[in-house]
């Protein structure tokens, strides 16, 4: 659009009702520039309907608060909102009408998105109430203890857009970040002060307005239960105060760790650990851990050049996936990490230190990779370093086939080291992290001294065969256990809506699968020991 053009918007965004004229003569009430729920509009009736004649309506159900942005979130959010109501819930969706958390819109445009989104989301009145968070901006200003856990959140947002940890506080982005989650904050902070919902649901709970939101109903003690979804088709991880992607799995190994691991559990886990090492997919998940087969122990030795020396493994995450984000446990970020010990490695001729770059670099990456990091520390990188790149065809289960020693942040390649026997340094809150076996280091001085004392005598740091066993056990109950049952994955909403549409769902075949996650989200404590 040219400069002229721009500025003509500008203006007459600033002036009553010029967007909404041209909204409803130009566009006559249709989507405009970018923001569409044309997939919502199609079905909104039919969801309405069947929610409607759920025979549990009359139940006697809860003031339920739930928020949702752009359009694949406000179609999820609406669904689930829905659901509820079909359930007997008082359901207030509350949504912003963004289409792209990283572009800026003007405010011609933001009025004509916030008119469209208001009449399609008219249509799920009476069951579901639901109101923009634009119209509730009474307040100038947070107050100072929420707009500090607000800016957090703003800075989480950059890293993970950027793909990187150190970033500008006065860049357009963060200050776009900053100004998007402050009017989330205030608009939520207004509407839940005045409605005091009984529980507040939210996506993700870490980024974005979700974050922001988060915020806020902490702020006010409210409950406030997140969801978001994973590797696997009709599961969802859940969480009660406290973000899900923390990924908390304290109460639920505490409560399942002293439970019989049996023969068929340890056969189901084995096969999913083999389905991932052979690049293969395994029942309902849907996505491939590797490029390739695993090739053998010998065949990756001969590839990479390795001889007999100690092999130390780190696998990496992706900076500034959203699973590493204040992920801290005495590092100042993973990037610090990973210079330091790629440092330290130099220096030791006697090991062979293997950097396997995560693969959804080549998938994910939007800032630098974990081998500019490499480059960056060592301009010349010593015979004894091999950095393997995410496009390598190097499958990373052949390299813990050989590795005496792994190292990870956060990725579950480290959890599953663990499971074939291999000693594993844990330098990231991962939800593995402390469960009893793994090597969980709270310092710097921790872990240097780790890795002299493994280096000098790998024996120091072997697992035994009832921590490798535990690690089979948890990995069973992480993967089977912790996900609970819930029809519609996010990312194929429309395949999972196909199968079960809302009418199958609020069944008796379809509470008698999801009637009990449907409980937790709407606040009913999680209590692992009677979890299904």
């Not at 030795?301 to 959203?322: Q, W």
């Not at 005495?330 to 790629?342: C, N």
């Not at 065969?465 to 993967?479: N, S």
């Amino acid at each position: 659009m040219s400069n002229r053009k721009q500025n003509i918007k500008r203006i007459l965004g600033g002036l009553p009702l010029t967007a909404e004229i041209d909204w409803y003569l130009r566009h006559h009430g249709e989507a405009v520039r970018g923001f569409s729920l044309e997939r919502l509009e199609e079905v909104l009736d039919t969801w309405v309907s069947q929610a409607a004649a759920s025979p549990y309506r009359e139940e006697d159900g809860k003031r339920v608060f739930i928020f949702g942005t752009q359009r694949y979130w406000i179609d999820h959010a609406v669904l689930l909102g829905l659901a509820l109501a079909g359930l007997g819930h008082k359901v207030t969706f509350a949504y912003l009408p963004f289409a792209d958390w990283r572009k800026p819109v003007d405010e011609f445009d933001l009025r004509q998105h916030a008119l469209y989104a208001r009449k399609v989301l008219a249509g799920t009145e009476p069951l579901v109430h639901s109101v923009s968070l634009l119209d509730y901006q009474q307040m100038d200003a947070l107050p100072p203890e929420l707009a500090l856990a607000v800016d957090g959140v703003s800075l989480r947002d950059v890293q993970y857009t950027q793909q990187q940890e150190d970033v500008d506080k006065k860049g357009a982005l963060y200050k776009l970040r900053r100004k998007r989650n402050q009017q989330a904050a205030r608009g939520a902070l207004a509407w839940m002060q005045e409605h005091k919902p009984d529980v507040v649901i939210l996506p993700n709970g870490s980024i974005m307005e979700f974050g922001a939101i988060y915020e806020v109903a902490q702020y006010l003690s409210l409950p406030t239960v997140t969801y978001e979804f994973g590797e696997q088709r009709e599961r969802v991880w859940l969480s009660q105060q406290n973000p899900v992607m923390l990924q908390e799995t304290d109460a639920m190994w505490a409560a399942r760790k002293d439970l019989t691991f049996t023969e068929a559990q340890y056969e189901q886990i084995k096969e999913l650990f083999a389905v991932r090492q052979g690049a293969g997919l395994f029942q309902n998940f849907y996505r491939r851990w590797q490029n390739l087969p695993a090739e053998g122990e010998d065949q990756v030795r001969a590839k990479l050049g390795l001889d007999e020396r100690p092999i130390v493994l780190l696998a990496t995450n992706v900076i500034g996936d959203s699973l590493t984000l204040g992920r801290q446990a005495f590092t100042d970020s993973m990037t610090e990490w990973l210079k330091r010990t790629v440092a330290y490695f130099a220096s030791k001729p006697e090991a062979q230190f293997v950097v396997r770059i995560h693969p959804g670099e080549l998938q994910m990456q939007a800032g630098p990779s974990v081998a500019e990091v490499v480059d960056e520390v060592l301009p010349e990188v010593p015979k004894n370093i091999h950095v393997i790149a995410p496009g390598d065809e190097v499958n990373t289960y052949d390299l813990v086939a050989i590795a005496d020693l792994g190292m990870v942040y956060t990725t579950t390649v480290g959890m599953e080291m663990a499971m074939s026997g291999v000693p594993v340094i844990v330098v990231g809150k991962t939800h593995y992290r402390g469960k009893g076996f793994t090597l969980d280091p709270s310092s710097w001085n921790e872990y240097l001294d780790l890795l002299d004392s493994a280096l000098a005598d790998l024996s120091t740091v072997q697992m035994s065969k009832e921590q490798v066993d535990t690690a089979w056990h948890y990995a069973y109950r992480f993967f089977f256990d912790y996900p609970r049952p819930f029809p519609w994955h996010l990312v194929h909403l429309w395949n999972a809506v196909a199968e079960w549409p809302l009418a199958r769902v609020l069944s008796e075949e379809g509470l008698t699968q999801y009637r009990q996650t449907f409980q937790y989200l709407t606040g009913k404590t999680l209590d692992w020991t009677q979890v299904d």
